[in-house]
């Protein structure tokens, strides 16, 4: 059964959530919170509601495209609800969220691209503050896991894509003429 005050209690992800959201409803802000996992997006709501007694919308796969609309624009409006909780697929394109500017991944995707086209919800043209992103992970879990390997991606694309040409002016004499000298097995017979 459910039951926030032993939930929270039991959940380090609930309870640092939980402040989060002390301070920033506090401040008036507004939060996108991306989750994979519809039941916990489900719990989420629920809790938000009867902890800080504030709307909050949720879209999933299952919401039809013009109710789709509806709830972004209710969130974009100045007296909007503060808090508009997204499954990471059906929320993570194609939608203006601007009014946020608290982006949350309750838990993690493996793919990096995903989570930064969530992010990017709130990251568009008309956004005027300053947003930060909050990324949950537990210690010792699988999750901690994805995140080193998300990490590990992101590095290697940076090495990759993000270097340019610059590599080749970083490279010394030796290591330039190994790269462009020819094995012996290119030239023999």
């Known amino acids: ?97 601007t009014r946020a500017n608290h982006v949350f991944h309750f838990d993690r995707w493996w793919n990096p691209a995903v989570e930064d086209q969530a992010t990017d919800r709130a990251f568009r043209i008309g956004q005027t503050k300053n947003v930060l992103v909050h990324k949950f992970v537990c210690q010792g879990t699988l999750e901690e896991k994805i995140d080193a390997m998300i990490a590990e991606k992101k590095a290697l694309a940076e090495q990759i894509i993000g270097s340019g040409e610059s590599w080749l002016t970083e490279m010394s004499t030796s290591d330039l003429r190994e790269l462009v000298r020819l094995r012996q097995a290119a030239y023999a017979e």
């Open 1 to 97: 059964a459910y039951r926030p005050e032993r939930d929270r209690e039991r959940s380090g992800k609930l309870a640092r959530l939980h402040d989060l959201l002390d301070e920033i409803l506090a401040r008036g802000d507004r939060l996108l919170i991306f989750s994979q996992f519809t039941e916990m997006a489900s719990l989420l709501q629920q809790y938000i509601q009867e902890q800080f007694a504030v709307p909050t919308l949720y879209l999933h796969g299952g919401v039809p495209g013009k109710k789709r609309m509806q709830m972004v624009t209710q969130f974009q409006a100045e007296d909007g609800p503060p808090v508009f909780l997204l499954s990471l697929k059906a929320g993570g394109t194609g939608l203006n969220l």
